[in-house]
């Protein structure tokens, strides 16, 4: 089984890998937000959750998803293993 610790630093390793940057993301006062805010070369943004295998977002994360798709960004929630960052990664890198 994959622990969050272990997907969110194959996230992170991934994206550096192709130029990027993921940031880890701490907000206090503002419980909820996703792990990772990633920034592409180009300048494009979007949000990642990650979790343990199996596991999925609490009510309070999911309000805060929620917030930010409301905004217009684009947040990917219970990314639990290496393949789902796969799929991330290769969807948003290959939109430039």
């Known amino acids: 089984m994959q622990s969050e610790k272990d997907t969110e630093a194959f996230l ?3 994206v550096k890998a ?3 940057r993921s940031y880890k993301w ?3 006062g503002c419980a ?3 792990d990772r805010i990633v920034i592409k070369p180009n300048g494009g ?3 990642v959750e990650t979790k ?3 596991k999925t977002s609490t009510p309070q ?3 805060r998803q929620a917030e930010l798709r409301a905004l217009g960004c684009t947040v990917y929630a ?3 293993t290496k393949a789902k960052v796969r799929e991330v990664i290769e969807l948003e890198f290959r939109k430039g």
Do not use: H, L, T
Request: cysteine-free; proline content about 8%; glycine content about 16%.
């Open 12 to 14: 992170r390793d991934e």
């Open 18 to 20: 192709r130029g990027g």
């Open 26 to 28: 701490v907000s206090p």
């Open 32 to 34: 909820g937000v996703p």
């Open 45 to 47: 943004v979007f949000f």
């Open 52 to 54: 343990s295998e199996g």
């Open 61 to 63: 994360q999911k309000k």
């Open 78 to 80: 219970d990314i639990d």
